[in-house]
Nanobody, 124 residues
Framework: QVQLVESGGGLVQAGGSLRLSCAAS????????VGWFRQAPGKEREFVAA????????YHSDSVKGRFTISRDNAKNTAYLQMNSLKPEDTAVYYC?????????????????WGQGTQVTVSS
């Protein structure tokens, strides 16, 4: 069983930065794709970014491209989401997700394991 724990969320002013972490338990992390998703109040969950098992392939949604960067450290069983130039519309609960032996995608139904989420609030 895989457990994912997100951290690094908080309150930040517009234009600021945060780095989210997603720590995974178990032995499958290094052979798994990782995705970051977010859900704002009253809205559907949306794709943010995804990364392949090796880190060699990454995808970012158009809404965060150029501002957010996904990365991973397989030695630490941890994935990251560096968020720069934050905007109030980035306010949401951010979730990481994992899919063993799979390519990274932007579809939440592709992922088997999910963390509990971390709140990011961007004030204007």
């Amino acid at each position: 069983q895989v457990q994912l724990v997100e951290s690094g969320g908080g309150l930040v002013q517009a234009g600021g930065s945060l780095r989210l972490s997603c720590a995974a338990s178990g032995r499958t992390f290094s052979s798994s794709a990782v995705g970051w998703f977010r859900q704002a109040p009253g809205k559907e969950r949306e794709f943010v970014a995804a990364i392949s098992w090796s880190g060699g392939v990454t995808y970012h949604s158009d809404s965060v491209k150029g501002r957010f960067t996904i990365s991973r450290d397989n030695a630490k069983n941890t994935a990251y989401l560096q968020m720069n130039s934050l905007k109030p519309e980035d306010t949401a609960v951010y979730y990481c997700a994992l899919k063993h032996l799979a390519v990274p995608t932007g579809y939440d139904f592709n992922y088997d394991y999910w963390g509990q989420g971390t709140q990011v609030t961007v004030s204007s």
